[in-house]
Each structure stands twice: as C-alpha cells, then as structure tokens.
C-alpha cells in the first residue's frame, strides 16, 4: 500500500487476524478489511484450529485433525466482488489452509478477472493434484511464472498477439 497507493482489501475471519487487522485497518484508509472466509458458496463453515496454540492459520478442511474450531461466515469471490462492486483484481494472493481448489474451482467456473495470482498450496498436498490444478489455471488463460516451494504465482496472459 505505501509503495503503490493500491487499494487492499483483505478476508479472514480467523480471530486473532481479526484482532489485528481492526488496529491495521482503522489506521489505512487503503485497506479494507472484512471477517470473512472464501469459499466455493456462501455458507457459514467450521474454522479448525491448528495443532501448535501458537500459530494463526485454521482450516475449515482440518488439515491437522484437530477438535477445537470457531464458525465464520464464507463467501463466494465473484459474490464478495459483486457485493463491493469490483469486476476485476488486479492481484490475488491466497493462502487458505487447504481450501484453495473449491476456492480456485470457483474463480475458474466464474472466470473472474485476475491479473496476478499468488497461490499456497497447503500441505500436505498431492503432486497430482497440484499437477492438475495448475493445468486448469493454464487453460483458463494463466501462465506460471513461479513456483517457491508451495507458493505459486501465476501470471494472466493476453491470449496470442494479432
């Protein structure tokens, strides 16, 4: 935000994110933040805990098996767009504790409009599934531009020249 002047919107209901962002936010009028988790729908989905107290980061796929969870709303992207009134993001960076395929599946089917595309991919995790992942961004018009361990960015391509 400082180097750009962008505008950031942030979603994570995880509660000490949103202990955190509160503060954040009301000091950055660039940056929106809201107590929401992405999902493929709007439903209201269990927030596993992690098993170390001290990390942050839940799961509403349990990832690590744990028992202890918080409920959060989940939204849609094209409806948390719809909702803000953006048509496009000119860069995503998504890093939810296993949901990224129903979140990614989602973008695909809605062909919402991204620039850049930051992806983790939250272990463990499939070499197979990744492999395919990856090759669905690529037909929907991603090319991938880097891969740092289990972080992926992907780039939008402007199609072939004329």
Known sequence: IDATGCEVFAFDPTPRSVEYMKTEAAQNPHLSFFPLGL???KETLKFFAPEDPGHVSHSVVNLQN???YFE???DRLSS???DLGHSRIDMLKLNV???QYAVLDSILEDDVPIGVLSVAFDQPAS???IYRTVRALQRHG???VKVDRWAYTFVANEGPPL
């Open 39 to 41: 999902w493929h729908r």
């Open 66 to 68: 744990t028992s202890d």
């Open 72 to 74: 959060a709303p989940c």
């Open 80 to 82: 948390i767009m719809s």
């Open 97 to 99: 504790e296993g949901a």
């Open 127 to 129: 070499p197979l599934r």
């Open 142 to 144: 991603f090319d991938l």
